[in-house]
């Protein structure tokens, strides 16, 4: 049973197996833009033929995956392989008929993410981004209270002006939006500075609090975290390397 288990590890840990994997998603990529095309029907006849060729590649490598695990669950305890079993599974989801059409295409393109799981500099991103998230949504929950107040208070102001801008909150905050993104802002404050000439306060001030200080917080906290992930990185693997040559001896 041992060497059963050794036979699949040693294929899964394999280079030239993860170098096929990334292939395979590379062609599942490739498979899923051209089918946006309008195809002659011999020429998506071949696309079909990819198609079903990927997905049983993808059961085949799970499978492999899963055969690899001793005992074979311990697979589940990793939630980035619950998320490849995931994909793969949805892939098998049948669909059929000109209706279903913009599904199937969907669950297809799902299968890219797949190259995430795959790539462990790419594990290590989405990770750093998870881990980002308590800090990051304190402050965009603060970005988000002074793009409402902002937003009031342009509304009553401006309302007159532009209402196709400034009609009520919820179009405020796409016009602040635009703002933050530096996107014909000067525009949009010129059209208010032509009736009130001191309303440069109210842009400058939102630009300043949330573009340069808020926004760029988002940013600092993004970076600390990602640099922390790369000074832990050596002294993992150097204490899973101690840990695996204890276990040798």
Request: no cysteine; charged share 15%; glycine share 4%.
């Amino acid at each position: 049973m041992n060497s059963f288990v050794d036979f699949f590890l040693k294929i899964r840990n394999s280079n030239i197996f993860n170098a096929i994997v990334i292939a395979v998603i590379l062609a599942s990529a490739f498979y899923a833009g051209v089918t946006t095309y309008d195809l002659p029907d011999d020429f998506e006849i071949t696309l079909n033929f990819l198609d079903y060729a990927i997905t049983v590649f993808f059961l085949v490598e799970i499978l492999i995956r899963l055969m690899s695990e001793k005992p074979f669950y311990n697979f589940f305890k990793s939630g980035w392989n619950i998320f490849d079993f995931t994909i793969v599974a949805i892939s098998l989801i049948p669909v059929g008929g000109a209706e279903t059409v913009f599904v199937a295409r969907l669950l297809r393109i799902v299968r890219i993410l797949r190259v995430i799981t795959i790539v462990p500099e790419f594990r290590r991103i989405v990770d750093g981004l998870v881990k980002t998230i308590p800090r990051v949504g304190f402050v965009v929950l603060l970005m988000f209270i002074f793009f409402y107040i902002w937003a009031t208070i342009g509304s009553m102001l401006f309302h007159d002006i532009d209402p196709s801008r400034w009609g009520n909150v919820g179009s405020a905050m796409l016009v602040l939006l635009q703002l933050i993104t530096y996107d014909d802002w000067a525009a949009v404050m010129g059209d208010v500075l032509e009736v009130y000439p001191y309303m440069w306060i109210y842009f400058v001030s939102f630009l300043i609090l949330n573009g340069f200080i808020l926004f760029n917080m988002v940013i600092g906290i993004i970076v600390d975290v990602m640099a922390r992930e790369a000074q832990a990185k050596p002294a993992e693997t150097q204490s899973s390397k101690i840990d695996q040559d204890s276990s040798h001896q």
